[in-house]
């Protein structure tokens, strides 16, 4: 396929070494006629004329000698595989492998990264990725937030620029993928030798005084270089945080920074997590692949699932969801749009959603992809990320009541778990570090601030320490600023009915809760969809929730929703009709609970008989009939 484009470039490599190696040859032969010639005095006219030139033996020679075989091969080789690569994208999730002209929407990127903002007015200033690459003579680093897009946007430059491809194109594309490279028994990555090694040939040197081997070395360096920089290519680096260790990392980094300063003709475009680039380049641009907005969402969905009704209802069940913040991650989006396109809807509980995508960015995409990262901390495995995060989240969301952070902020949140988790006290940032960069779940998003990447999974994982705390009398002082948060711990507790039944009955029994809380807490709960079994206490809670605010149209939707697996006149167990006053029916509370300190009185508006399912209880309550057991 790319035979006539090697066959070229076989055809300019020699001229180009041979040259490069005349000039050397030329320099070091120059060099020692200068030195014979102070070595033998300024009486030049009185020497023979044998001590104004360099005899054979006193000179150097040296021949390049192309291995074109091998070099075409290895030419092709790149090739194809930077086309297999960049033809589409795939996960498990997907039924089938996705064309990436057929699903590819270009995303933008701030001029600066987001880290080093000073204040949220620097997020306006974006520009698409192809703009920021080719507007400007200087190598690029892209970085981005696990899931942004990075990999993507790479394989969709490369396409093109495999796709336009010709003998006159300047532009030859080489792929280098990190996690692809081994290191050598040092631990080192030679990121030279991969890219040098694209040539093979023998440099064949005669020489008496025998050329010392740094120099012979220097020559194929520079050689090899100026034969890469001739081809004018475009080279992917994707994925410096996919090399396994630190010490790759620097070696690489090196071996970048080289290439950075030596290459006029080329351009080197270097993928990374933002966490884990925090490096200058010289002769380099960096840029920040910023979330989808609102039209790039659309269209994503709408090339993804290729079916314009099925788009606007998924797009409007996404909108309709808590985790509707989650879509402007393309890796997440893209999850979503899969599982859309296999079971024809969206997950109806939205705490699988939440642990997909926590799962996701935690480990299921670097498993997917086999990759393997270096941890500071040999007892920060996934659980105990995720039980950190659990933590975090919850001492921040109660301390700060916010979902950004300052650096202080978070000094006082980790010195008050650190020791749970047997981390030192000091090194609060290299933990929140480790977070950013290994998941992109916790960001840093300015300068001095932070955020997690989704204000629905900063309340999941809040939800996920207080569903597991021995007592919510542990934190009763914090409930009132947890109504959201609550709804959701209902949601993915064990059993949603018995949980449902203890905070309400039991918990907000012991506080005074405001509206504002009830709002949150029921329009959460609602949206959450947790699976209530029957069970009489919820019942009691139900209606204890509806006398809070008994004409409120969210609490009678969650009455709906909670009565429709469970028989409404279980209430009778514990209470009976009194009277009828001010447009409500009144119960009073005949018998007590074994657990609860019920409510004396429970108020049913007359009119909710719109509600069907509370219909058997209106009509008990009309007939006055005891149904008591």
Known sequence: ???????????????????????????????????????????????????????????????????ENETKIKLNSQLISAKKWSEGISFKDSIEKKSIVRIYIELETYLVPRRIHINKTERSSKIPIGEAISGNDNHCVILGQPGAGKTTSMKKLCYDALDNINITNERYPILIRFRDMKMNSEGDVNLKHELYSLFSYKLNIEDNHELDMATEEFWRDDISLSLLDELRPIIFLDGFDELASSKAKDSVLRDIRFFTNRLKNSKILLTCRTGEFDYHLENTNTFEISPLSSEQIRSLVSKWVNDENKAKKFLLDIEKSPFSDTAIKPLSLAHLCAIYERIGSIPDRPKIVYRKVVGLLLEEWDE????????????????????????????????????????????????????????????????????????????????????????????????????????????????????????????????????????????????????????????????????????????????TILNENPRDPKILELMDNIFSGNDICLVLKYYKFEKKYGGFNVLVRGNSHPHFNLNTYLRIPVDVSSINLMKPLLHAMEECIDVTT
């Open 368 to 543: 997917q992809r086999s990759i393997q990262r270096e941890s500071k901390y040999s007892k920060f495995s996934t659980d105990r990320k995720f039980e950190f995060l659990s933590h975090l989240a919850f001492h921040l969301t109660v301390n700060q009541r916010t979902t950004v952070f300052t650096s202080d902020n978070l000094e006082i949140a980790y010195k008050s778990i650190c020791k749970n988790f047997g981390l030192p006290e000091n090194q609060s940032n290299y933990a929140t570090d480790e977070i950013e960069s290994h998941t992109g779940l916790f960001l840093k998003t300015g300068y001095l601030e932070y955020e997690f990447a989704h204000k629905s999974l900063q309340e999941y994982l809040t939800a996920e320490y207080l569903v597991k705390l021995p007592s919510l009398n542990i934190v009763l002082n914090e409930i009132k600023n947890l109504g959201s948060e609550l709804a959701v711990a209902t949601s993915i507790s064990s059993n949603p009915s018995l949980y449902f039944s203890d905070i309400v009955l039991g918990t907000f029994s012991n506080i005074k809760l405001e509206k504002s809380f009830y709002d949150a807490f029921v329009s959460r709960l609602i949206q959450e969809v947790p699976d209530f079994y029957p069970e009489t206490d919820i019942v009691i809670a139900a209606l």
């Open 1 to 67: 396929m790319f035979e006539l484009l090697t066959n070229e470039i076989i055809k300019g490599t020699v001229s180009i070494a041979k040259n490069i190696l005349g000039k050397k040859v030329d320099e070091i032969n120059n060099q020692r006629l200068e030195d014979k010639k102070k070595k033998n005095g300024n009486a030049l006219t009185r020497k023979p004329i044998s001590d104004l030139v360099l005899s054979p033996s006193e000179s150097i020679s040296a021949d390049f000698i192309l291995l």
